[in-house]
């Protein structure tokens, strides 16, 4: 009997459902933790912060993704990718524990910062393998696969994460974050024997799927 999806595509899956429902554990609190962590009770100087700190990160990450996805491009296999991928996510586990010692908007700025650059290794590390072994004829339903764990992620850790902060306070729930951060990059390292070596060459039989992901 066939497998219905193939290792690759079910271990990249199984990952990112496990980075965002860490990180969804943290978008619904993160504003609060600025208001009573960094702006001391301030609500005008709480929303400047956090207004800031998506500016730092989506713009960082803008600047430097389009230029790493060249990088990975030039060079043949998939080792390099792989690896930015893995190091990538290790490195996003990391931000958490920053929150823990920040007590200034910019100790939340440069971390934003990090947190885009290592996701700027990873996404497009991460979509260019999920897209050369995605199984041909199973596009649709692969992708439609890597949709829905990314919202039962998101929709799973918004409902605990105020929870969790509210019971057992924001140092917890960053640790917790870090934590389902570094269970997702260690999931990657299964399929580490399995992406193609530099020279070796890619699958020709698998088509790009034209989709957003």
Not at 14 to 26: E, I, K, M, P, R
Not at 70 to 89: A, N, Q, S, Y
Not at 177 to 192: D, M, N, Q
């Amino acid at each position: 009997m066939p497998k219905l999806i193939n290792k690759i595509v079910k271990v990249l899956i199984t990952s990112d459902f496990f980075l965002n429902l860490g990180w969804g554990l943290l978008s619904p609190i993160f504003a609060l933790f600025v208001l009573q962590k960094i702006t001391i009770g301030d609500p005008t100087k709480a929303a400047e912060v956090a207004g800031f700190a998506a500016l730092f990160y989506w713009i960082s990450k803008s600047f430097v993704e389009i230029p790493i996805g060249r990088f990975l491009d030039k060079h043949d296999g998939e080792k390099d990718d792989f690896w930015f991928m893995v190091v990538g996510t290790f490195i996003t586990a990391i931000v958490p524990i920053g929150y823990l010692f920040s007590t200034q908007p910019w100790h939340i700025y440069i971390l934003q910062i990090i947190h885009a650059i290592a996701m700027a290794m990873t996404l497009p590390s991460w979509l260019a393998i999920f897209t050369r072994h995605i199984d041909k004829g199973k596009e649709a339903f692969e992708w439609s696969l890597e949709t829905t764990s990314i919202g039962a992620g998101a929709g799973i850790a918004g409902g605990v994460g105020g929870i969790m902060a509210s019971i057992f306070g924001f140092r917890v729930l960053f640790v917790f974050v870090s934590l389902l951060t570094t269970i997702s990059a260690f999931i990657l390292l299964f399929v580490k024997k399995n992406v193609s070596k530099r020279g070796e060459g890619i699958s020709a039989s698998y088509e790009k799927p034209v989709v957003e992901p």
